[in-house]
């Protein structure tokens, strides 16, 4: 077992190697992950409106090292803020879908409209300029303090620009709008 710090100073500078605390889904299974979230927590306070509170326990944390991201991947929809470090971000919008209309796995690599798929373990290859993303591809550089908010669905991919960084974010809760507030938004063009 090795300690956070031991574990950013790996410098590994291939693949998919990063860390990644999901609260939803792991935390139940590794106590340590939610005394460290829960530690934490006052930390990336306040939160989005439109996020859950920390009592919800939707929290995701992402700690990484220079050079390491996250390849091609969708799924629900989620905010997510830069705390410490900056961060790029490769975003497409949903695509690629199966003959019966829904969505391939989205953890498999970036299904594109005509049904080619791009694979990259770690997009920070797109900054060495010797690949280059997918077409329609958007890019944003996160620096801390900035938010990100993905819609449901949108393929997206992220490249850790310095030594330390990390990011912290969850899951987007719905939220309610009655057919009121809706005809009225419709009215004004939104």
């Not at 009592?55 to 929809?77: K, R, V």
């Not at 900056?86 to 003959?99: E, I």
């Not at 989205?106 to 373990?121: N, R, T």
Request: proline content about 8%; some cysteine.
């Amino acid at each position: 077992m090795v300690t956070l710090g031991q574990y950013m100073d790996q410098k590994i500078h291939s693949g998919n190697h990063i860390l990644f605390l999901n609260e939803p889904h792991d935390a139940y299974l590794h106590p340590g992950e939610e005394k460290l979230l829960s530690e934490l927590s006052d930390d990336w306070s306040p939160r989005p409106v439109f996020a859950f509170g920390p009592e919800d326990h939707h929290t995701l944390m992402f700690p990484e090292s220079i050079a390491n991201g996250h390849g091609w991947h969708y799924h629900g929809p989620v905010w997510h803020t830069q705390v410490v470090g900056r961060k790029m971000w490769w975003l497409h919008p949903p695509s690629g879908k199966n003959a019966d209309g829904t969505m391939p796995p989205g953890d498999q690599g970036l299904i594109l409209e005509d049904g080619s798929h791009v694979f990259e373990a770690n997009v920070c290859e797109y900054l060495s300029l010797t690949k280059r993303p997918p077409n329609g591809t958007l890019t944003y550089f996160a620096n801390p303090g900035d938010t990100v908010v993905l819609p449901d669905a949108w393929w997206h991919g992220t490249c850790a620009l310095d030594n330390w960084t990390i990011g912290t974010g969850g899951w987007l809760k719905e939220q309610p709008v009655d057919d009121a507030a809706k005809q009225d938004r419709l009215k004004r063009g939104w």
